[in-house]
């Protein structure tokens, strides 16, 4: 049979610059989940929806102070930034979402949003980020693999520090995926956007919530 391709809502969510998939813990298993990003007229401000709770509220505000720090090194001019604010959704807005995990993947999805290069679609993410850009540890490992598994996501990326936590991931389905482990959102950016020439005009808000 072969290995099972992702499903098409994931490559259709990710088919935009803005769009980032992320891995949540719940009570009864691990999710996927679709960070989207979008840019608009205004005046700087970061807005967030989606049901957020304030410790994820909290990873999206580091996420864009490391982004809005480093913007020359991550290719973004600065005008992008500049008289434009930037609405961050996590859909599903009816279940509450919180914890830091999905900083990594906030950010991913800021980047891809104002460099125009899409998300790989076959990527999922998670990782708390701090303000020096690294990725820190996260729970739930085991149950967001399984879950990546399921929806045919085989390129994973985890903290360094989460190795350990990969054991208790059944050996067959550990070896049909390519488990990234990042310390730095510098070891995640180059292998899970696109080449720069597949994207679209930069910083162009996305129609990925449509």
């Known amino acids: 049979l072969g290995p099972q391709k992702y499903l098409p809502e994931t490559a259709d969510r990710t088919a935009s610059p803005g769009v980032a998939t992320g891995l949540a813990w719940t009570p009864t298993g691990g999710e996927i989940m679709f960070i989207e990003a979008t840019a608009m007229p205004g005046k700087g401000g970061l807005m967030l929806t989606g049901q957020l709770g ?14 809005k720090s480093h913007l020359e090194a991550l290719g973004i001019a600065k005008d992008k930034l500049e008289n434009r604010d930037i609405h961050i959704h996590v ?19 800021l980047v891809s949003l104002l460099t125009g290069r899409c998300i790989r679609a076959d990527v999922a993410m998670t990782g708390e980020i701090t303000l020096r850009g690294l990725v820190l540890p996260v729970g739930g490992i085991k149950e967001k693999l399984l879950a990546a598994h399921r929806a045919g996501i085989r390129r994973i990326f985890l903290p360094e520090r989460n190795e350990k936590d990969v054991v208790d991931v059944p050996e067959e389905i550990r070896s049909e995926m390519d488990i990234i482990y990042a310390k ?18 930069p910083g162009e808000p996305s129609d990925a919530g449509k």
Do not use: C, H, N, T
């Open 184 to 201: 730095s959102v510098d070891d995640v950016l180059g292998r899970a956007l696109e080449a720069a020439e597949e994207a679209d005009e």
């Open 91 to 109: 859909p599903a807005g009816a279940i509450p979402k919180d914890g830091p995990s999905a900083g990594v993947a906030i950010f991913s999805a």
């Open 54 to 67: 304030d410790v994820m509220k909290e990873s999206a505000q580091a996420a864009m102070s490391y982004l």
